[in-house]
């Protein structure tokens, strides 16, 4: 793939939510635990992006990089840690990466002039709060389009 100039979109939130089930039931511990297995694609230089297969995953950027950190599944187990991304790589994964896979990072994934400003403004630094804690890191707003619109709390 790498070669070929290939990427992956994937979905982590997968391995966080079906490994163990698959893991008891079909696939067996040694396959099962390597779900979304991101970290050898980075290893092989191949460019990563996640998405959501919403409803298969909450539409949320932050869960799906937390996913691709922590590699924990819904009951609390660990699946191949050498399969996880790091802070960065899934921070980029959830932003110029994936303007990349779709061809879009001319104008979106990232800060730049002459690009749209549409952004989300956030309450934490996911680079900064403990890794198991980067999907509770809170939306403040979004900039859309330059206009500020700040999150209203019910």
Known sequence: MGALGMAVS?????????????????????????????????????????????????LSPLVLADAAVNRTTINGRQNAQVEALTVHEAMRAITIDAAWVMKREHDLGSIRAGKRADFVVLEGNPYEVPITKIKDVQIWGTVYEGTVYPVIAN
């Open 10 to 58: 994937a979905n982590p939130y997968y391995q966080y939510i079906l490994a163990d089930i698959y893991a008891q039931n079909w696939l067996g511990e040694d396959i099962a635990r390597y779900m979304v297995p991101l970290g050898a694609a980075r290893r092989q230089n191949i460019t990563v992006a996640l998405h959501s297969d919403n409803p298969m995953a909450p």
